[in-house]
């Protein structure tokens, strides 16, 4: 395991996290050289034919979970907003993951229907969470930079304080794209800050100077791997040259059969071997 998954979002650089939605291109992402990668809630849920942040996809999530903690390295999963509005539920279910090796987890209080959960609430989630599971990086993600909400700067840092209070690890604020908004993040929230990866704002460079601490590519992947896909299938369609240089057929059997052992041993016991 490389190594420490706290100590990765106090290196003095961002800690680059890609997105993953299955086993494939988690794997893929290892192969890489990624030490951390985590999960996007959108790719999971759309993947199982859920809609993403509905609280459908808790069987999903735990499923992918299972196999994912297999890989050399950090994976922490989104979990939208807990699967529940107890927190003691969502501290049962953090616990399965760790008990998997699951490093972190992502937890959210924006809800479906465009509004924010009550903070008072979510700091008591994220209590329990901590209580039950004390060294999972717990990263509190809030939203009101992503709902379009007014006063987003000072909402955001106003529930960034009360989770940190509560024991959150980190602070994730996507929709937060502008420098100086992103700065004020940095210097308010008081703990490591997460920013969603925005292909048309911020660079990675410029996000490292700023003292971002993370930096995630959300459903980032997810959504080229089908733009890649329709794209292909409509070149085929039309007679237009269709990209040739793709991993062979062979080399992505071999990724899986890296760990096909290990999958089977984890699915045969409810937990994946030690590493």
Known sequence: MPG???????????LLLPNAWDFASAAALAA?????IGTTSLGVAAAAGLPDAAGLARDATLALARVLA???????????????????EVAEFTAALVELGIAGVNIEDGR??????????????????????PDLFLNARTDPYWLGLDRRLERSLERARRYRDAGADGIFVPGAVTAVDISALVDGVGGPLNILFSPTQVPLADLAALGVARVSTGSLLFRASLDAVTRTA?????????????????????????YRAQINRTARSGRPPRR
């Open 4 to 14: 420490d998954f706290h100590a990765a979002h106090h290196g003095g650089e961002p």
């Open 32 to 36: 890489m050289g990624f030490g951390a």
């Open 70 to 88: 297999v890989l050399p390295v950090h994976i922490t999963v989104d979990i939208e907003s807990g699967f529940s509005e107890s927190s003691e």
């Open 112 to 133: 479906a229907d465009g509004s924010l959960a009550d903070p008072g609430h979510m700091a008591e989630i994220i209590a329990a969470v901590k209580r039950r599971c």
């Open 234 to 258: 409509d070149a085929l369609r039309d007679g237009a040259p269709v990209a040739a240089d793709l991993p062979p057929y062979g080399e992505v059997q071999n990724l899986i059969e890296r």
